[in-house]
């Protein structure tokens, strides 16, 4: 089973700040199959990049994926008061797929 | 416009049996698997597993396996997940998403809290 680390575990910003999170799996995840969702309180998880870099449909360019490997980050460039979440690394190469613990970001 | 739409919040007791639902509309039910997932307060989000509504072949990560049934009604587009004997420790919000092989989880459900308490 590939454990996804996530860091930091609470990350305190300011609107228009720049946001990077990061996300370690214990052993490479094939073909960069690495999603990152948001969740909001009380919400479902919304997709927001597939495979390590692509946006998904609908989410602003201000949401990057980066990273192959064992490495991967999720960059917002300038906090929304709306971006304000949880935020969830998952590998969905390997079985079981697996989520990372979440980062929370919070404002600061 | 793809929807999966789960069934209504659950209060139980512990050893009462449990079965909530997830209802897929606007694609092909059967082309895709269904992911579980389960939340526990304020924790991260877990797998549970997969189901294929075309066959119903199911796949169980391991933490899971023997503690839930997943089963699904092809002719009426609903995925389920069961439990025989609740405990106190199934209290979590469950999750049901769209899966493909080699794709992300790309529609989710709204949740179904599921309640154990005596």
């Known amino acids: 089973e590939i454990v996804l680390t996530q860091s930091p575990g609470t990350l305190s910003l300011s609107p228009g700040e720049r946001a990077t999170l990061s996300c370690r799996a214990s052993q490479s995840v094939s073909s960069s199959y690495l999603g990152w969702y948001q969740q909001k309180p009380g919400q479902a998880p919304r997709l927001l990049i597939y495979?390590?870099?692509s946006r998904a449909t609908g989410i602003p360019d201000r949401f990057s994926g980066s990273g192959s490997g064992t490495d991967f980050t999720l960059t917002i460039s300038r906090l929304e008061p709306e971006d304000f979440a949880a935020y969830f690394c998952q590998q969905y190469g390997s079985s079981p797929l697996t989520f990372g613990g979440g980062t929370k970001v919070e404002i600061k | 416009e793809v929807q999966l739409v789960q069934s209504g919040a659950e209060v139980k007791k512990p050893g009462e049996s449990l079965k909530i639902s997830c209802k897929g509309s606007g694609y092909s039910f059967t082309s895709y698997w269904i992911g579980w997932v389960r939340q526990m307060p304020g924790k991260g989000l877990e797998w549970m597993g997969i189901i294929y509504p075309g066959d119903s072949d199911t796949r169980y990560s391991p933490s899971f396996q023997g503690q839930v049934t997943m089963s699904a009604d092809k002719s009426i587009s609903t995925a389920y997940l069961q439990w025989s004997s609740l405990k106190a420790s199934d209290t979590a919000m469950y999750y049901c998403?769209?899966?493909?092989?080699?794709?992300?989880?790309?529609?989710w459900g709204q949740g179904t809290l599921v309640t154990v308490s005596s």
């Open positions: 495979g390590a870099s």
């Open positions: 998403a769209r899966y493909s092989y080699g794709r992300p989880l790309d529609y």
